[in-house]
């Protein structure tokens, strides 16, 4: 059983930081991608950030410049630090990961990121 625990969210004002860390169970490099997304309110959830086995990350456009994915091997962790957080960055951020080989989508529960003006 293949499991993602993200850590690091909390309560912070606009314009701060947080580092999210998500923790798998396997190595990560059984997956060919692990990621980011987030949902608010209200609103369909959506991809933050990935990075892929070999690296190469991808960042939706609106968060370019503010938020970072990177990751560990040795810990069989990926991170995402986030600055310059705004209100409108309020979300469940969820954790991610793509099996290399079954193509399956695995997630974590969530961390809350609240940001308060």
Known sequence: QVQLVE??????QAGGSLRL???ASRSIFAFN?????????????????SITSGGSTNYADSLKGRFSISRDNT?????????????EDTAVYYCNGR????????????TQVTVSS
């Open 7 to 12: 850590s690091g969210g909390g309560l912070v």
């Open 21 to 23: 860390s998500c923790v």
């Open 33 to 49: 991608r692990m990621g980011w997304y987030r949902q608010a309110p209200g609103k369909e959830r959506e991809l933050v950030a």
């Open 75 to 87: 810990k069989n962790t990926v991170f995402l630090q986030m600055n310059s957080l705004k209100p």
């Open 99 to 110: 099996g290399a080989t079954t193509m399956t989508d695995y997630w974590g529960q969530g």
